[in-house]
């Protein structure tokens, strides 16, 4: 008889705790355990069963919380967001394009002129001068509460501070291009959105990969403009990451960031494909009146020209779209494309 009343209380006990907790269905199973074992493990199965729910219940009721967030810039500088922005100042069309692919562009008040992504997006903006040069006076009339700029604005900082937080976004690779979409991610709380904007760029970016990894690696010049001499990007840069990634080897890798050369000195390095930008300040058949004709990749015609600059200028979302712009020149027979150079072959010019 007392053994029935202890097995009657210990159901009671768990027929109420669930009643508190989150109606799940497994407390018939604790109920029926007791009949076969002892007092001593009935009392120490049914206290574990109560611990238990009353843990969920606590770890339900506890809010999130999101602000004050401090992040660590491109220059290493600590930035304490204090609440979700509203008011936004981008100063380069990069940090838009990010904002708008993870759906914060609604906080955006200012842009500056050289901003043409998505289309129509200075319509209802305020323009705040150009990429190098904005206007300190318009962006504190906007009364912004973040400014994101680039290395280039790191001369206007102290201005800049005087008037929002500011952060520095400078990423040199496309994995830091990934970083920086999920911090920006963070400080605007579209943390989500921005986790699956990656996670679609790193679904372009292994396709390529794995389409080019059997490939033999071939030997590629970037023409970036030919104002003031040849220039290229070397180590450090992001178009330098995305040869690589394409199946490329970027014949002046061993120099750092962007970087001048001597038509001379392309020729000695004879690359098999050459890439120039859509702005190099250059038409295509005025490459073969230079010393360029005598390389490998223009007597075989393998001279292209991006088709829009900005998809490997920009540090965004749209690299991925450059890279695969990029892979289609080098390793046509792996997309199984069939690109027509954009500059004839100059063997027989």
């Known amino acids: 008889m007392r053994k029935l009343l202890i097995v009657t209380f210990l159901a009671l006990i768990v027929f109420f705790s669930g009643c508190i907790g989150s109606n799940s269905s497994a407390t018939p199973t604790t109920t029926t355990s007791p009949v076969t ?27 999130p919380t999101h602000y004050p967030l401090t992040i660590t810039d491109s220059l290493g500088r600590k930035v304490t967001i204090k609440k979700e922005p509203q008011r936004i100042v981008s100063l380069a069309p990069s940090i838009t394009e990010t904002l708008y692919f993870i759906g914060a562009l609604d906080k955006v008040v200012g842009v500056t002129s050289f901003d043409d992504f998505p289309p129509g997006v200075q319509k209802g903006r305020t323009i705040i001068g150009g990429f190098s040069g904005p206007n300190i006076e318009v962006i504190a009339s906007l009364k912004p509460d973040l400014i994101i700029g680039t290395s280039m604005h790191i001369k206007y900082l102290d201005k800049l501070e005087q008037i929002a937080p500011v952060i520095i976004v400078d990423p040199k690779n496309i994995d830091e291009i990934y970083e920086w979409i999920i911090k920006l991610g963070k400080v605007v709380n579209r943390e989500e959105e921005a ?4 996670n679609y760029m790193k679904a372009i970016v292994e396709d390529i990969k794995t389409k080019t990894s059997n490939a033999s690696k071939v030997k590629v010049f970037f023409l970036l403009s030919t104002y003031g001499g040849y220039w290229t990007a070397g180590k450090g840069t992001f178009i330098d990451s995305l040869i690589s990634i394409a199946g490329g080897e970027n014949i002046f890798h061993d120099v750092e960031g962007w970087k001048q050369v001597s038509p001379e000195e392309i020729v000695a390095r004879d690359p098999e494909v050459i890439i120039f930008s859509a702005h190099a300040g250059i038409k295509p058949e005025d490459l073969c009146k230079t010393p360029l004709a005598e390389t490998t990749a223009f007597k075989n015609g393998r001279a292209y020209m991006v088709s829009d600059d900005n998809l490997v200028s920009r540090p965004g979302p749209r690299i991925v779209l450059g890279l695969e712009e990029i892979a289609y020149f080098i390793h046509p027979e792996a997309f199984n494309y069939a690109y027509q150079a954009k500059a004839a072959a100059c063997a027989s010019s």
């Open 37 to 63: 074992q002892s007092q001593p493990k009935e009392v120490t199965t049914e206290t574990k069963t109560v611990t238990q729910t009353q843990t969920v219940t606590v770890t339900m009721t506890r809010a």
């Open 195 to 198: 986790k699956g904007v990656v």
